[in-house]
């Protein structure tokens, strides 16, 4: 079963830059698209990025278009989010979950699975 690992969220000013990492546990990745998705405080949960399973293929949110890359390295089993021009409203707990082969609409986050604990991203100065 699918189970993926969240790492690389801290405190960082405006304007700057982070690098999430997703990792799986112990299945490979080779099978799966990885999505990330956001929740700040008193909102609801936000699909923000998907990379199909070859890499091929992303799917952004209009909220961190520009702004946020997607990529994935298969033989590290990791798929990263590299986020610059950070913004206040970037704020929140970050997870990742994947799905079979291509990513789904950003909005159906009930169709992705091996949720992490999140890592969590806070954007002040």
């Known amino acids: ?9 801290g405190l960082v000013q405006p304007g700057g830059s982070l690098r999430l990492s ?3 546990s112990s299945f490979t990745l080779d099978n799966y698209a990885i999505a990330w998705f956001r929740q700040a405080p008193g909102k609801e949960r936000e699909g923000i990025s998907c990379i199909n399973r070859s890499g091929g293929g992303t799917d952004y949110a209009d909220s961190v278009k520009g702004r946020f890359t997607i990529s994935r ?5 990791t798929v990263y989010l590299q986020m610059n021009s950070l913004k206040p409203e970037d704020t929140a707990v970050y997870f990742c979950a994947g ?15 091996g949720w992490g604990q999140g890592t969590q991203v806070t954007v002040s100065s």
């Not at 799905?99 to 699975?113: A, W």
């Open 1 to 9: 079963q699918l189970q993926l690992v969240e790492s690389g969220g």
């Open 22 to 24: 997703c990792a799986a």
């Open 73 to 77: 390295d298969n033989a590290k089993k």
């Open 99 to 113: 799905r079979l082969i291509v990513c789904t609409s950003l909005r159906d986050s009930g169709r992705y699975g």
